[in-house]
C-alpha cells in the first residue's frame, strides 16, 4: 500500500508510545517538509538515474527529510530470540542522497571492486540511500525495475549481506512499522525474516511475539482502494479521497473528507433490487465518515471512535476498534450484524450478507449468511488476511498460500495453486490476489474483463467490485479492468 503522511505518524505514534512504555528513549522526530518534484529532479541529474517509484512517494507525499529512532538502556535486554535487538530507526533525506551514494562508491572502489566475485557483486548495481552506524548501508537494487527491492549491504561479512528487506520502498515503511523499524544492523532483523529473499515477514511468529514483548498493537491492513457494484474510491497520499462511478446516492460525494487513512465502498452483487451504495472512510484520529445511500442506517457511524479499520457490505457498515472489538451498522437480516462479541479481532471483512473477523491467533470469526460452504472459514488458521464477496470467503495463509470457502460457481474459489500472497480480494464473482512481487493473479467469472490482470506490475493494492478490479501502482497509477457502465473504471486520475 502507499501509506498517507497521516497514518504513517500514527503509526509512528504507536511505536514511540511502545518503547516509552518500557523505559526506552525515543529521539526527536525529524519531519522537513515534502519534496517538490524539482528538487527530486536535480538530485536525479546529480546520481545520473532516476529514483524508484515508491521512494518518490514518499518524498512527495510523506517528507523529503524523515527522521526516527529509538534505544533501549544498556541494561536492557529482550529475551531471546530478540536478545540482541537494542534500537529501531528509519531515516531518509533527499539532499544527502548524492552523499550517501558516493559514500557506498568509495567502499566499492576501496573493498569490493570485483563484479565477478559472490560477495563483492552484491554492492555493485545499487543506489545506497541510508547509511547504517556500523558502516553497512541500505540499498536499492536499480538493475531489478522501476521500483526495486531494498537490500542490505554489509561491509564486514555480516550475515545480513544481500538480504531483501522490502520488496519495494513502501513495502519498507509498511512492514517496518509492524515490527517498530527494529535496526538498522542486520543481527537485529534477521529474525523476521525466512530468507535471504523473502523480505521481513511481519506474520511470521517471530514477529507477533516481538509486538506482544513490546506492546504494539497490530496493526490492520489499510487499503487505499474500495470498489462497489457502480463505484470506486482511491486514497490519495495527502488523506483526501478520489471518486468515479455511478453516484445516484451521493455516493461518490467525498470531495470534503480530509485526513483519510483507508476507504471502503458497499459491494452488491448484480440484480434488479441492488446497485445502491455507500462510502466509507477512516479518519487519522479514529473517526468514521460515511456517504452515500443510507436506508437502513448503513451511513449512520459519525459517533464512533477509536476505529483502527472499516469495511463495507451490502447496506451495512463495520468497524475494527482499538480494543479489539467490532461495531456495526445497518442491515441485519442475516445476522450480519451481529459482532459485538467478538474479541481479539485484528482485520475485518464484509461481504453481501456475512461478515468476517480475522482473530489474533489466526482463525476466523463469521456472522450472517452460512450457506453455500460459507462456513468452511470456521475451520480455517494460521490467516492473516481476509477477504469476503458475495457469497465467498478468501483468506491469505501466513505462507503467502490462499484458502477460500463458500458458492465456488464462478470458479472464484479455484485459489488454492497461488503462492507468494501478500494480500487478496473477493468480488461478487471473481477473486484478486496481489503477489509480494507486485504482479497480479485473478480467478472466477471474467464476463466483463474483470480478471485481465496478468499484465499488471509494481502493484501495491488491489480492490475486487461487483465485475471491475482496481489496482494501484507503486508510482500512484490507477489501473481498473472489467465493467465500466456507470464510468467505475474512469480512474486515469493518478493518486499522488
Known sequence: ?????????????????????????????????????????????????????????????????????????????????????????????????????????ECIEQVFPNPEDEYDKVWHDKLAFMEVGNGDYVAFDVKSGDDPPVVYLSHADGQGHGYILAHHFMELLEKGSRIAFVGEEDWQW??????????????????????????????????????????????????TVFAAGDNRQGECEVDGWQNIVAVAAANVHKANNTGSSHSVGLRSDGTVVAAGWNRQGQCAVGEWRDIIAIAAGWRRTIGLTAQGTVVAAGRNNEGQCEVSDWNDIVAIAAGDWHTLGLQSDGTVRRSGNHQYGLADSDRWHDIVGISAGYLHSVGVKADGTAVAAGS?????????????????????????????DGTVIAAGSNEYGQCEVGDWHDVVAVAAGCAHTLGLQSDGTLLAAGSNESGQCEVCERTD
Open 1 to 105: 500500500m502507499i501509506l498517507s503522511l497521516a497514518e504513517f505518524k500514527r503509526r509512528i505514534d504507536a511505536i514511540s508510545g511502545a518503547i516509552r512504555s518500557l523505559g526506552g528513549e525515543v529521539q526527536e522526530l525529524v519531519i522537513r517538509p515534502p519534496a517538490t518534484e524539482q528538487e527530486i529532479e536535480r538530485v536525479e541529474h546529480q546520481l545520473g538515474r532516476s529514483l524508484p517509484g515508491s521512494f518518490k512517494q514518499a518524498l512527495l507525499h510523506i517528507a523529503g527529510e524523515f527522521s526516527f529512532c529509538w534505544f533501549m538502556p544498556d541494561d536492557y535486554k529482550f529475551p531471546e530470540p530478540y536478545r540482541n535487538i537494542f534500537s529501531g530507526r528509519i531515516h531518509w533525506n533527499l539532499q544527502q542522497l548524492p552523499q550517501i551514494d558516493e559514500g557506498k562508491r
Open 408 to 436: 465456488d460457481r464462478q470458479g472464484q474459489c479455484q485459489v488454492a495453486s497461488w503462492q507468494h500472497l501478500s494480500t487478496v480480494s473477493a468480488g461478487s464473482y471473481h477473486t484478486v490476489g496481489l503477489r509480494k
Open 190 to 239: 534477521l529474525t523476521f525474516t525466512e530468507s535471504k529473499d523473502s523480505g521481513i515477514n511481519v506474520h511470521s511468529t517471530a514477529a507477533a511475539e516481538w509486538r506482544k514483548l513490546i506492546g504494539l498493537n497490530p496493526i490492520p491492513f489499510q487499503n487505499p482502494l474500495a470498489a462497489a457494484r457502480r463505484h470506486s474510491l482511491a486514497l490519495r497520499p495527502d488523506g
